[in-house]
């Protein structure tokens, strides 16, 4: 008899530490990620749609005017680029070599992880966070992959991405799908190849690596010179978190330029998979299909701009969408499902192709390469747009994207076979826009100046009926989503080089606007 | 008074190069030496072209062997710890023979080790093009079409002079600088040369260079040195802006236009 009840006693002390460890965990099961982002933001994009809208309505237009300060934090840091994740109440955000966790209704810092990176890589940027129940995955300018503890931030494991050596780094913010880590490499100068790996979250330990150019033989490879070593150091580096369709089981990213940068010649071809849309099988990493914004690029126009999914009706029939506002100035629609080209329209005007192939893709003119003498090009290499957040809004069914009106003259710069970058061009004048595009005829519904410059900030759209943004003069701006019409705007002292974001905390819905090295949280006044 | 001198031709130089500055934004760096001009580098470059070209190409870029630019053995080398062992006993299975202290002094190994750095830090410093940029390159153009140009369809006589303020422009900007200039002379974004004319509900009118100007606001200093700003809906502002022709004619050049323009300019020493 006494059996029996030890049993029944440690079987109740087992609950009983069950439920404790559950009131306990902080943490986020990956099941979140397929609900629309309310009382968390639990991925770069908020959602597996990278339509980075939310469905919270409390700040809208008719009160947004009255949107005050719940907190600032100063992160005594570099720009601030990434998208913070927000887990019960808890901010991760990062910049290169650096994560905080921070207390979403104070502002006040929990914690702060500093990693030592050895080897020196690249501190352009870092997008933020993946979060796996109480695990935090972080890339570092030294490439590697980093696990922490989400409570205190202590390092669980460091793994090796890529060769720092040749010229390897990483910044993007993982994405975090079922039992799938998905993290990449970045480079920039040096001719490396690129590629996308799935880990296991627990271990880090790879599943699958999809290289971005085929090996050679297999399909795509004769998108480039046989007998040379070109498809080899071609590359196209997937730099910015992608986007996954549940149902479709399927992930799709965008794929970065090819290398030599601006140097053609010594890798003719159409450079298969450099400036592409791919969608990937999630358990596999096989590709099911692509499309490719630019063949052949010369322009650092790479592809990696949120491929954002959306249902929607095209030529009067129900399709699932896929749409990208892409570097070399044109907005793409296709059906994600297999890939079928459905629309492709200026995003903003350009000067560099003479017209759309029947494939979709627009044709570039060959006096618009980069030259010894100078050709000037309209966008520059930094492109009619790049890595800031587009959004779509399924209430007005409009597309938006920030979009630069820029020229530069490039100039090609060696001789003999190029390596590297081989060139470079010098930015003239620029003037930015947030434009509003319909998917359904890719016609301009309305713009907005942001001013002279390059804008990098990113959009966030929301059921209120509000936009949110920031200007070249230092304005966080809300505007009508339907007109383009300003509902709010405010002095932040500097332009937002990330985008923006929301959730609902006590009740509350918090704006997120991180503006250089600060971070704004904006709340409708306690009266309301 | 000596240190004082000093300090005033100091600043005097400051000032003289301040406008310059100004004008070219992050155009106007002094350039970075080639990692290639370095003695120990360019006698690598010899004794390389002697001993490895056939194989590995002059520029040490690949022929009937691999390029040592993108090398994984060179990126990883410190002081010659991994390439002089290969040098030393060959990759005979690969077709590469052994260099002896016979052939190749550890002198000239060393050499040609700084050699290859040098090519590796040309290729990760390709990504720009240095303010010393030869002119031989950018002069492609036909100055006489360049100056129809000027004086007629780019509409360029209509604000400047060849005898005024382009005097001796040539002699003044580098090259690539020149051809930066013409094609835009204001750091991308900045309120520049721009004056407002102000006018005020009381109807008095205010005139002044912009300081700011965005969507909501606009700033100005006066003729006498004076900043004032408004709210956008409380006035009316017209602006007067002298680059406006330079951005119309950005969307309208051809590239020989470019060209031909950027031959004629360079004649005016």
Known sequence: MIWPRMLIFRNLCFCLLLSVGLLAAQGLDPAKLLQPPTDTWPTYNGDYSGRRYSTLSQINAANVHDLTLAWVFNANSRALKSTPLEVNGILYFTVPNNVWAVDARTGRQIWKYTYEDKQGGDLIGNRGLGMYHNWLYFETPDAHLISLEAKDGTVRWNKQLGDPQLGYFATMAPLIVGEHVLVSVSGDVTDIPGYLESVDPETGDMQWRWNTEPSPGEPGSESWPRNSDAITHGGGMPWMTGTYDPELHLVYWGIGNPNP???????????????????????????????????????????????????????????????????????????????????????ISTNWASGIDQRGRPIAKLTKFPTPNGSLVSPGSDGATNWMAPSFDPQTNLFYVNARRMFSEFYLTEAGKAEGWAGRDRNLWSTSSIQALDYRDGKVRWSHSLGDGESVAGILTTAGGVLFTGDNS??????????????????????????????????????????????????????? | MPRNLYLRAAIGLLYGFLPIACLFGQGHRQPRPSPMANPFAEAGAKTFAQNCGFCHGNDATGSRGPDLVRSLAVNHDKDGDTIDPIVRNGRIDKGMPAFGAGTLSDQKLAEVVAFLHA????????????????????????????????????????????????????????????????????????????????????????????????????????????????????????????????????????????HNLFAYLETLK
């Open chain 1, 261 to 347: 940068v601006m140097a053609g010649d010594v890798r003719q071809g159409d450079n298969l998979y450099t400036c592409s849309i791919v969608a990937l099988n999630l358990d596999t990493g096989k590709l099911q299909w692509y499309f490719q914004p630019s063949p052949h690029d010369v322009h650092d126009w790479d592809a990696v701009q949120t491929p954002v999914l959306f249902d929607g009706t095209f030529d009067g029939k129900p399709r699932r969408l896929l749409a990208q506002g892409s570097r070399n100035g044109y907005f793409f629609v296709l059906d994600r499902a297999t890939g079928e080209h459905l629309l492709t329209a200026p995003l």
């Open chain 1, 474 to 528: 230092g304005n966080l701006l809300a505007l009508n989503p339907e007109t383009g019409n300003v509902l709010w705007h405010v002095n932040a002292g500097g332009n937002m080089v990330s985008s923006p974001s929301t959730f609902q905390l006590d009740g509350r819905q918090y704006l997120l606007t991180l503006v250089q090295g600060l971070m704004y949280a904006w709340v409708l006044p306690d009266s309301q």
């Open chain 2, 119 to 258: 090519r590796t830090l040309e290729a990760r410093r390709s990504a720009g093009v240095s303010s010393d940029y030869p002119l031989a390159k950018l002069l492609t153009g036909n100055a006489q079409e360049g100056k129809a140009y000027f004086d007629g369809a780019g509409g360029c006589a209509r604000c400047h002079s060849v005898d005024g303020d382009l005097k001796g422009i040539a002699s003044r900007y580098q090259p690539l600088e020149l051809q930066q200039l013409f094609l835009y002379p204001g750091p991308t974004g900045a309120p520049t040369d721009r004056t407002a004319i102000i006018t005020l509900p009381s109807g008095k009118t205010i005139e002044g260079k912009v300081v700011h100007l965005d969507e909501f606001s606009i700033a100005i200093r006066d003729s006498d040195g004076w900043y004032h700003s408004w709210n956008l809906k409380d006035v009316q502002i017209r602006l007067k802006d002298p680059l406006s022709a330079h951005r119309e004619l950005l969307s309208k050049y051809t590239d020989d236009d470019v």
